[in-house]
């Protein structure tokens, strides 16, 4: 058994280019559990053009209720943290009533993150959705590595279902969206309307604005904090290399890194400063440099993008030095070194808020006890301000198929349904939906922690169905193991977002986007890896940012140019 040990809505991403997220590892296995059943409806549709251009009507927000012991930050944007469990006796009940009456039928499109779920009459946990829904569920299921292609073919079909995970920075969410695939919900969830449904209130205006498109409201939002991963350093090395703290501008920085990478050995272990250089890690780089966000406008109002920048040449120089200096990992561009952590080997980790208080800190206290970790926040160049480029907020949408929607009453039936499962943190739903059934899935202490019980097959049962792409906003769970380290992080992430900056194109996607993704990134990766490593001189960055505008960066840029000047 493993206790509970933090509630974040959406795995992270660590790919270059705009956002998007990846998962690794799946099969392009597609699951159409039982049949689809028909998913149109009846009455009058909608006959609004989602590529005409409106202005955006926000639904009007509302703070979620927060349970006892909360921590909510004056910081917008930062979620809620608990340092102790809701009591078992106060989870509250978030709807009075099942959306559905028993007899309504549900079909879902939906990401499979794992293994398939056993058929409905074997499987508890697809009976007790359907239960609490008060619906007759039939989900089709898509592994990652299939699903844009399993979009497609869906939506070329006609047959769409009721209910759609769609990702706008896929080639195929994107054209569904702009093809009227799915219905506008822009009016019946403008201002005041949306306090019909009390749990989609509770996204903020940042969610709705990342993923409206054109103005128009397409889906729910899939709420996402502004940061996702952040550093952690081991103070025990930095003290061990003859320092105090990181320093109070970049020179001083460095020199810290290059000194524990200097050491090449800390408690009986082979050691060095950072392990990777994957985005994350690059990222802290550009902080200190204030290179700035991934898409942003220069001086006279025009789209750059942050290759463009002084500060991004900044951090290609610090780590290159790095490297020269040995203070970086051989197998930095390799990925996939998060055990060095763990084994004691490095200085700085950039994790999760699961991966550093789930494992991250548990693997390394039990290698090396030695270690005395504290949340990282670098100093900037010049000893002033750090500038953090944050993420959207969201990460796509569950969007209403426009079929469905031509019923009034079925599109209010619907979005019943996606308010029970954004049923927000301490609530018997948010309860169920993450951690399945009290005697299946869990149990509670003596103290209310949630274990979960040894049966993998009820896990996997229950895993397989409850991400629909939708839940409750943020919030941040510290195990009462490692309580100490709530206060800093929260100072961190609150210090972070302070001083983070949204995209200059939030809430749009150049056309041209998820085709050029691929490419770009190969551009990147070649330039990057042969600049930090030596193979190209500091000099070539001209000919890096070259490659990367003739390779389709100028095209996203003057794409993003001409959306900000439709839009101004």
């Known amino acids: 058994m493993h206790n509970e040990s933090q509630d974040i809505a959406a795995p992270s991403s660590s790919t270059w280019l705009p956002r998007r997220r990846t998962a690794l590892g799946l099969g392009a296995l597609a699951v159409s559990l039982t049949g689809l059943a028909a998913c149109g409806g009846s009455g009058g549709a909608s006959s609004v053009d989602p590529s005409e251009k409106r202005a955006l009507a926000l639904p009007t927000y509302v703070a979620p209720e927060v349970p006892e012991g909360g921590i909510v930050s004056e910081v917008e944007g930062m979620p809620t943290i608990f340092v102790q469990p809701v009591a078992e006796e106060d989870y509250f009940q978030s709807v009075d009533e099942a959306p559905g009456d028993g007899e309504t039928e549900l079909t879902s499109f939906q990401y499979l993150w794992g293994s398939p779920p056993r058929s409905r009459g074997d499987n508890p946990s697809w009976q007790e959705f359907e239960k609490q829904m008060g619906v007759t569920w039939n989900p089709i299921l898509t592994a990652v590595e299939g699903y844009d292609d399993k979009v497609s073919t869906t939506v070329a079909s006609g047959d769409i279902p009721d209910l759609m995970f769609v990702d706008p920075s896929t080639p195929s969410g994107l054209s ?48 996402n904090p502004y940061l996702n991963n952040l550093p952690v350093f081991r103070k025990d090395l930095v003290e061990l290399a003859g320092h105090e703290d990181l320093g109070s501008n970049a020179d001083e920085f460095l020199q810290v890194l290059i000194d524990i990478g200097a050491l090449k050995t800390a408690h009986g272990k082979q050691i060095w400063a950072i392990p990777a250089l994957t985005r994350d890690y690059h990222k802290i780089f550009e902080w200190v440099y204030r290179a700035g966000t991934n898409w942003q406008l220069d001086d006279s109002g025009s789209v750059i993008n942050v290759r463009q920048t002084e500060g991004f040449a900044k951090a290609l120089e610090a780590e290159a030095t790095l490297w020269k200096e040995g203070a970086i990992h051989p197998d930095a561009f390799s990925g996939g070194l998060d055990e060095l952590w763990g084994n004691g080997q490095t200085a700085v980790w950039s994790g999760s808020f699961g991966g550093i208080f789930g494992v991250g800190l548990d693997n390394l206290l039990a290698s090396t006890p030695e270690a005395e970790v504290e949340w990282m926040i670098p100093p900037a160049f010049d000893g002033g301000d750090l500038l953090v480029d944050r993420d959207d907020g969201a990460w796509g949408i569950v969007a209403i198929s426009s079929a469905a929607a031509e019923d009034e009453q079925r599109l209010h039936t619907l979005l019943d349904i996606v308010n029970w499962w954004r049923a927000p943190y301490g609530s018997k739903e948010a309860l169920f939906i993450k951690n399945g059934i009290e005697g299946v899935h869990f149990e509670f202490d003596e103290d209310s922690n949630i274990i979960t019980l040894d049966d993998e097959q009820a896990g996997v049962d229950h895993s397989a169905l409850n991400w629909l792409g939708v839940s409750h906003s943020p919030t941040y769970t510290v195990p009462a193991r490692q309580a100490e380290h709530a206060d800093g992080f929260r100072i961190a992430q609150e210090t972070y977002i302070s001083l983070a900056e949204p995209s200059a194109v939030l809430g749009m996607m150049a056309p041209s986007a998820s085709r050029l993704n691929a490419k770009l990134e190969q551009i990147d990766d070649d330039y990057r890896n042969a600049i930090v490593t030596g193979r190209k001189g500091l000099d070539a960055i001209e000919e890096y940012r070259t490659a990367w505008l003739d390779g389709g960066g100028q095209t996203l840029i003057d794409e993003y140019d001409e959306l900000l000047a439709e839009n101004s």
């Open 176 to 223: 569904s969206m702009q093809d009227g695939a799915f219905a506008d919900l822009s009016e019946v969830l403008a201002g005041d309307n949306v306090l019909q449904w009390p749990n989609l209130a509770n996204i903020p205006e940042g969610a709705w604005k990342a993923t409206a498109l054109n103005g128009h409201l397409l889906g729910i939002p899939n709420e």
